[in-house]
């Protein structure tokens, strides 16, 4: 039974109310916050016990979230019925409920008391509303010596009514969050697994595919040439995928190493735009070098990602553009940078979607519409590359006009080392 303490008085019931608002707008931690709610509704109708029942959307029916008298074990389970129960009727007409004789009232859910050996001789029931729409119920049985609840009573548990409602939704929307971070957490770890997996399997089988297929190069007949050498091309092709994924997987593990030289940014820029001038002569675009002198641009960094890196901007860009379009590659220093520049007169990039290009796996076009091939992953390939060397990379674009994708690195290794562990805590 509880304790008989003197009932609150007005003043005193005031002060509590003004103190529960203060606790239910700093907890978060759901049961803290029910706990609180049901203590206070005991102590501010002056009753013997109060419970918590949220409303289950699966089940249609209202479960005990906190029970009177500490007796969740028995009460865990129970479900009860909106039509049927007292916190039911104040749920469903969204109205609170006054009993002051429960004993033959219909009403009265009578399993609750069975289940716990409780006798309920009186209740007030008052619906917890969200945006005018219940989301439980919170009661308060027995009013002690005796007594009736007191219009007082109702206007003081509708008042708690009103804060705990806002505050448990808040509690459950971080939950929600929570639980929904978490997966998100663990379907990316899957994806990183799967891409760590993948790429070191298919490593080996393609190696001897590559192997075998040279040799054959060698030995077939004529006639079979056209054919060996369309094996060599795709397999190829498999192979700067498969690197493709490595990257991706070796920077996820921390595993990804820079080895550095000092080089001319300017000549390595110059290189990459000669990779691609096939490419380029055949789609008729104009490859516009706007670089300083050859040797020129000195910087301490890892020249095969910086090309990787760099390759994958021009690959991009020749692809994103039409015919008798212009590709131009700008390097420049920016004190104590270098700064590079991939611009085309290509198809551009929906506003919406600029922010995402660097995303893993993410293309504008879906693969069900796309025209080019590519699997999402040039891009972030090309951002892990940079954020290595403590650098940045970006996009500007507007669709229908072209687009910009511009990084920036530290000339000189000491610096650049000091911006990555700014970039890795930031
Ligand atoms: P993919 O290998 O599929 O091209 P990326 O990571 O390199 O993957 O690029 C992601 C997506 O960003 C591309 O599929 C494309 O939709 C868009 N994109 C990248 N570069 C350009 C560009 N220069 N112009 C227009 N769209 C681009």
Redesign the pocket.
Known sequence: MAKKKAPLSRTERLRRLLEISRILSSTLELPLLLQAIVELATELTNSEAASILLYERDSGQLRFAVTPLHQGDSLDQLNVPLDESAAGWAFTNRRPLVIQDAADDPRVFRKVDQTIDFETRSLLAVPLMIKKEPIGVVEAVNKLEQGHYTEDDLEFLETLAAQAAIAIENARLLRELQTANIELERLDRMKSDFVAITSHELRTPLGLILGHATYLTEIVPKEYTEQVEAITRSAMRLKTIIEDLSSIAHKEQGEARIRRTFFSMSDLAQEVLERFSTLASEKSIKLLPELPRKGSLKVEADREKLKVALS??V???L???DPDGTVSIQAEKQNGYVKVT?S?S????PED?VAR??ERF????THLT?K???????????KAMIELHGGQIW?E?EEGA??K?AFIIPERARQAEAAARVFKTS
């Open positions: 994958h901007l690959r991009n860009a692809t994103f553009t991939v085309d290509g198809i551009g990039i979607d290009v660097f993410f293309q504008v076009e796309r080019h091939g590519g699997m999402g992953l040039g891009l972030s390939i090309a996009c674009s072209g687009s994708f």
